[in-house]
């Protein structure tokens, strides 16, 4: 790894250190009602949204009450984006005529299945676009459907995560807070300031917002060419700081008009984990001990720093097959320049392969480069990275309670070594705990294999070989391990609530739309309501004592804990899978080999 390259991600990491503190200790203020410097303009809003929709914020809500409200709200927010994308032709702000008789000829149908599929993605927070939104939805659909999502939707999150930390905060009691109220506090006082500064600085920087048509343009060979553009800040910026991923043009954030220059792809990637970082110290600022939520932040950041040194050499050093040394290729030589492709020349590598990690790390489906053209070793790296559940910073709200999920079963286990009952944070952790916290992990294990397994041996049982396309299933542009890795990669998008995509797999078919909508189901819902049941039990405990027994959970030990637990159950979960695709991928590189003959020796 260049010099640069270190340079350009330590500055980054200070930078996101430096507002981790502030914007914690702002969030902990909002979420236990405090006030901010925004109360006086904010507040007289947040009551009259209180009594609009008949909230009394003074009544807290049990578990079960929070979680059939997470529900009834997902629930009516799915129906109402599948109904603006269906009804899209008879709706206004609509210049391009998507939907209706005058439509584009490139217009991307807007059927069931795709409706379907982009209503449970945007109301899960995961984002997968199986269109081009240039060319498929309307302004009026961008902004009352998608972008109203970008911000609910993320502010769900950060409420389950709010409902856990009072879990761990409270004692004796059976209530967790009022999701009606922390959905509300999450959108006024944190996504809504925060998207207004980030859409100013993008449309400071070049970045496109208007509802005006698109423009035709004539090039110097006479010919018309049309230029999407549209309230593209006002998108772009909830987009990122909700880590939702869902870009306004299908090239996403490599894109101009979402990601025109070095300084604003620097400030994108800080925007996707400024609030997960945060809220490590929000969850220690409410638990009324700081140093647990530095330990959280320290694990992430180890975590953080192997995936982006990882992913930056191995895209640097390139494919060595590509080396020209002479007349010869050397497998010991690197590929000069590095591996270029797929990637913008304004980010170069290092803003590339940082932005890719920091993605993937949340819950944040943008990109500025194909990852379908990564080396193998720098496509792994993200692949890991949303099978880990996304702990690493993680999404807003996701990361932060899949990390306390992690720490309970660290705890677990170390209290297994010891022999004697796990504690974290004056909270005896028992049974149920840890079963909720084991159903929520294998929740998104299951949907990754368990669908991605299907949709394989739908091609295999339509051909009986790898590389021609089943009836059932979209075409793969790729044989054999990185084809495989396409589809592992794409089902680890949707169960991990990311939105990512490998690329290379033509994703919008019935089957993809189906199976792709409902891992998203089952990632976002089988890992949040284990997760409330866990807050509703913790909370009704008393807080014990420290003892000279008590594991610490706070310092270089437990922080260390940390990191091996979530190492070692992505590990032993899904390297079989992996070494299927990249990692043997990777091994026939090295060898300078192709790699389809190989792997359909190994499948049969």
Known sequence: MTASGVFYVVIYFLVLLALTKPLGLYMANVFEGRRTFLTPVLRPLERLTYRACGVREDVEQRWTQYAASLIAFSLVGFLFVYAMQRLEGFLPLNPMGFGTAHAPANQTAMTPDLAFNTAVSFVTNTNWQAYGGETTLSYWVQMTALTVQNFVSAAAGI?????????????????????????????????LPLSFLLALFLCARGVPQTLAAYVKARTLEGRVQTIAVGPVASQEAPKLLGTNGGGFFNQNSAHPYENPTPLTNFVEILAILAIPAGLTYTFGKMVGDTRQGWTLFAAMSVLFFVGVFICTHAEQAGNPNLARLGVETRATAGQPGGNMEGKELRFGIPGSALFTVATTDASCGAVNSMLDSYTPLGGLIPMFNLQTDEVIFGGVGSGLYGILLYAILGVFIAGLMVGRTPEY???KIEQKEVKMAMIAVISTAFAILVFAAVTLDARFAAHGYWNPPGPAVANVQNGGPHGFSEVLYAFSSASENNGSAFAGLNANTPWYNLTLGLAMLLGRFLFMIPVLAIAGSLAAKKKIPETSGTLPTHGALFAGLLVGVVLVVGALTFFPALSLGPIVEYLLMLKGKLYSSLILTAWS
Do not use: E, H, P
Request: glycine fraction near 12%; aromatic fraction near 12%; charged fraction near 20%.
């Open 159 to 191: 409420a389950v995560a709010i409902a856990l930390v009072r879990g761990f905060a409270r004692k004796q009691m059976r209530s967790i807070g009022n999701f009606w109220v922390d959905l509300t506090r999450g959108t006024l006082y944190v996504l």
């Open 425 to 427: 944070l004056g909270k």
